[in-house]
Each structure stands twice: as structure tokens, then as C-alpha cells.
Antibody
Framework: EVQLVESGGSVVRPGGSLRLSCAASGFSLDDYGMTWVRQAPGKGLEWVSGINWNGGSTGYADSVKGRFTVSRDNAKNSLYLQMNSLRAEDTAFYYC???????????????WGRGTLVTVSS | EIVMTQSPATLSVSPGERATLSCRASQSINRDLAWYQQKPGQPPRLLLYGASTRATGVPARFSGSGSGTEFTLTISSLQSEDFAVYYCQQYDTWPPLTFGGGTKVEIK
């Protein structure tokens, strides 16, 4: 089955760090651009970060730039988001998502994981 | 940053009726617009990209139009499974990619 499964979400104190993972199965991750999108409970979607197929190009929302780092390990078919200096406003479900098509960086997303919840609270 | 504005915030529609959702960009995004549907407790689902191209498996009752700064998602005859929140997303200029605030389609 083609799917993405996020993990690593938990409760963390302000200023703390967390590393999210996204495991891909049923397809080879190395052909696709990938992204992280978050959604605070009851709120809308917010793009967080994106990475091209080989990790050579990345992008970040201003709200996380300098604090979050996206990376990938194509050999492990996995995507990561290292989150440092966490703030209360980072509390959200974090989804990883795959470009609709491989072979480029299309930036619209046809496959999503079910999300992992990050709660930043003291 | 390109700001995406969706209207209305909530749309009350009876089953079988037509629903028209709007998305406006703060500057031209050509046709680089995607639409997603999200139901409670689920991740978003891609409906349309390129403003009007349906993703695989999306019913023909979903259609999109527009270019530049004004876009529309039309659901020609609402089915029970279509009651959800709909988001537009621009991918013309990034970072950042930006989403609209969403339109909730509810049962009238």
C-alpha cells in the first residue's frame, strides 16, 4: 500500500526540541519532492517546509526559519523535521505530504500522512 | 508572501444543490492553484491542480476555473460526502507556499 506515516509527535516544553519522522512505503521516496504542513487544532493549513528529491533544495515558512530543519534519507525512504526552540504557537498536527508526481518539484500534494500531534506546553 | 483569501468562510447548501467557492490571490499566480478537501479527523485530499485539472479519482461534479488572481471551485450537485472544508493553495511563488483560510461547506 502506498502511504506515509508520521511519528515523533509528543508534548514538549517551550524551548525544547523534537524530531518528526515520516516513513514512506509502497513507493520510492527519492523520486519526489516532499513537504511538511501543519494544522493547529480547529484551524487551517499552514505550510512549514519543503525539500526537493535529493535534499539539495529546501524552503521554510518565515515562522519556522532558523528553528526547523527538513531533511531526508532516501535510502531509508524517510523524511524528517528537526524542530528546535519550540514555541506554544508551534502546537499543531504535522502532516508530511508528497508531490502529486515524481520527476520534478510540483508543490501540490497528492499523498498525505495522517499526521502527528506536537503540543508545546509547560 | 502571496496571501490567499477564501470566501465565504461557511457555505450552507442543500444536498443536490450547486456550491460555488471562491479563492483570491493577492497577486497573480497564473494558474498555479490547487484545491483540497478535508473532512474531520482526516488529512487533506487533493481535488484539483493547475486551477482546473482533476486529480485521479475525483468525481466530475468538482470543477475549477480562473487564472491570475480569481479562482472558483464549483461542486455541481452536492452529495452527502462533499460536506467538508475546502482549501486553496498557491504554488506559483514560494517560499512560502500559502493556503487560503478555508471554506466550510455545511448542510443547509
Amino acid at each position: 500500500e502506498v502511504q506515509l506515516v508520521e511519528s515523533g509527535g509528543s508534548v514538549v516544553r517551550p524551548g525544547g526540541s523534537l524530531r518528526l519522522s515520516c516513513a514512506a512505503s509502497g513507493f520510492s521516496l527519492d523520486d519526489y519532492g516532499m513537504t511538511w504542513v501543519r494544522q493547529a487544532p480547529g484551524k487551517g493549513l499552514e505550510w512549514v517546509s519543503g525539500i526537493n528529491w535529493n535534499g539539495g533544495s529546501t524552503g521554510y515558512a518565515d515562522s519556522v526559519k532558523g528553528r526547523f530543519t527538513v531533511s531526508r534519507d532516501n535510502a531509508k525512504n524517510s523524511l524528517y523535521l528537526q524542530m528546535n526552540s519550540l514555541r506554544a504557537e508551534d502546537t499543531a498536527f504535522y502532516y508530511c505530504a508528497r508531490d502529486l508526481r515524481g520527476g520534478g518539484w510540483y508543490l501540490y500534494f497528492g499523498l498525505w500522512g495522517r499526521g502527528t500531534l506536537v503540543t508545546v506546553s509547560s | 508572501e502571496i496571501v490567499m483569501t477564501q470566501s465565504p468562510a461557511t457555505l450552507s447548501v442543500s444536498p443536490g444543490e450547486r456550491a460555488t467557492l471562491s479563492c483570491r490571490a493577492s497577486q497573480s499566480i497564473n494558474r498555479d492553484l490547487a484545491w483540497y478537501q478535508q473532512k474531520p479527523g482526516q488529512p487533506p485530499r487533493l481535488l484539483l491542480y493547475g486551477a482546473s485539472t482533476r486529480a485521479t479519482g475525483v468525481p466530475a461534479r468538482f470543477s475549477g476555473s480562473g487564472s491570475g488572481t480569481e479562482f472558483t471551485l464549483t461542486i455541481s450537485s452536492l452529495q452527502s460526502e462533499d460536506f467538508a472544508v475546502y482549501y486553496c493553495q498557491q504554488y506559483d511563488t514560494w517560499p512560502p507556499l500559502t493556503f487560503g483560510g478555508g471554506t466550510k461547506v455545511e448542510i443547509k
